[in-house]
């Protein structure tokens, strides 16, 4: 096989012209093996084979640096920079991770996981060798979908001052992971299929084809300028007229013609955008015909393209999902809106049935929140669906537009909590601390799939902003008889004892239930509460809990610092300073890829680590209290003499 060749960066640029067609299916084949067998991304990486190639063939790697948008298309680049004996432990714990990390790798120059950030990332990277003198290249890959995110056009208009050599890739394959939206899509497709450039690139070679002598000559030497014959229309007057130059379309399967696009760009001394056309999915017949279904994939049947573990329950998405549509049924001034993601936050539905309530702004997660504002402000119900990371980019927004406006915006937090495989950036592990910081802002986490509907319901009636939060993964379908109506800033209790109370919110209240179970089978009292709102939390039910227990511990699926529990301590703290408040919570840090129950058990939030830490407290106040004793008799002894 020509892909055991491959162990290094060098190594490509040593193999002949036929070999490389035969490798670029030898990738694919490999790609296809491995994910089949442990998930990850598959049809953005199956799209970009020969470009990732080409940019191996045409520039030195670790020496030349390549930032890669978003990073989850990164698979072919983790293979040709010698990482192939790594593919087992793609995603997993202490395994390689699905995106470039520098950390990982030389050949990894910046560490990317969110959209539309590499021209501005690599713009930095291009500007440090300038400031350092230093020589080499800096290649920023970037998808048609990530430039419909602002961040890439500030990218753009500052990188168009370049005065050195800066290559941009435009990977269009008219997808981000659901279908494009938006004029930049619209722009791109002109270019593509325009029929006006070719033929008009026809008819200037025809005419100049006639003209006697030079004809021919002219048109050769027009062919071999900087952008060819087909810069007499310019398909990417946009970019130049931004002071970019464009070189394309080109064809992303074909390795030689990319590798030329490719070494031209290498000869400017300012700002180039090559516009490369891939097809997502390419290779395999299933993940063509849907790209979005095969874009991030967990194991499946390589034959059939089905999952290889059958869903036997909803997921919250789901549950979200059926619930925003039949609210929307009763209430027309409910629209949705979305950045992207109609598959991914359940909001495809929704967009079947109310198409004209219906808003997908692209991967434009600061827009999304402002028109949401606006839609609010004009009479709306809008609900913004939206992943927990994602979201982070929109905190101006929604602390600006928002919340000083007070404006009924509904956030549905999608994928909150630990989301395992996706890493660092994709973790929805903050979301309760900056939400809870903006004034005005309700937070509200539900513990089940029946909670979740009910808390749509009630935040779709609620005349302020409110985030509802859940997790990625299979609806808990426990605790359903413990269904007590809604109030705002008030939790519910499940289990009322003495001794040890469990205060947690949102998925937190599950692993609650199994630590209770297994305290009682010991013998341990111990109550379990539903704090359900992080913001406001229910004051009356921690003043309840406080008056007949020595220890509250706090659960949540969040860092602590900002979170639900340190809110929790410092009223108890000053309320109650006999009682011992016990926060179990995610650490001061950002959690890597992986199984979500390793990562549990590692941070320390599953259920058997929250008995070992309750334990622990219980036997060190005994030993104070047995000190406190010993300390008393001995001063009471001394006392008498």
Known sequence: MILELINGPEDIKKLEKQELDILSQEIRDFLLEKISNIGGHLASNLGVVELTMAIYLAFDLP????????????????????????????????????????????????????????????????????????DHYVVSVIGDGALTGGMAYEALNNAARMEKNFIIILNDNNMSISENVGGMSAYLSGIRTGDGYLDLKKHVTNVLSRIPVVGDSLIEKISRTKNGIKQLLIPGMLFENMGITYLGPVDGHNVKALSRALREAKKLDHTVLVHVITQKGKGYAPAEKNPSRFHGVEPFDILTGEPKKAKKNPSYTDVFSKTICRLAEKDEKIVAVTAAMPDGTGLKRFSRQYPNRFFDVGIAEEHAVTSAAGMAAGGLKPVVAVYSSFLQRGFDQVLHDVCIQNLPVVFAVDRAGLVGSDGETHQGIFDYSFLSAIPCMSVFAPKNMWELMDGMEYAMSYDGPIAVRYPRGEAYQGLKEFRAPIRYGKGE?????????????????????????????????????????????????????????????????????????????????????????????????????????????????????????????????????AEWKKYKDKAGEESKE
Not at 67 to 89: C, M, N, P
Not at 92 to 105: A, H, L, T
Not at 513 to 523: D, I, M, N, T
Not at 556 to 581: A, D, F, S
Request: hydrophobic share 35%.
């Open 63 to 134: 020496k030349d640096k390549v930032v890669w948008d978003v990073g989850h298309q990164s698979y072919t680049h983790k293979i040709l920079s010698g990482r192939k004996a790594e593919f087992d432990e793609l995603r997993q714990f202490g395994g390689m991770s699905g995106f470039p990390k520098r950390k990982e790798s030389p050949c990894d120059a910046f560490d990317t996981g969110h959209s539309s950030t590499s021209v501005s990332a690599g713009l930095g990277l291009a500007q440090a060798r300038d400031v350092l003198g230093q």
């Open 493 to 625: 209790m499940i289990y009322e004892e003495k001794d040890i109370a469990l205060l947690a919110v949102g998925s937190m209240v599950s692993t609650g239930e199994h630590v209770r179970q297994k305290l009682k089978a010991e013998g341990w009292n111990c109550t379990l509460a539903n704090g359900r709102f992080i913001k406001p939390f229910d004051k009356e039910l921690v003043d309840h809990l406080a008056r007949n227990h020595w220890i509250i511990v706090t659960m949540e699926e969040n860092v602590l610092q900002g979170g639900y529990g340190l809110n929790i301590t410092n009223y108890i703290h000053e309320h109650y300073p006999q009682v011992k408040v016990l926060n179990i919570a995610l650490p001061d840090s950002y959690v890597e890829h992986g199984n979500v129950s390793l990562l549990r058990k590692g941070l320390g939030i599953d259920s058997d680590s929250v008995i070992w830490r309750l334990k622990k407290e219980y036997l060190d106040m005994e030993r104070q209290n």
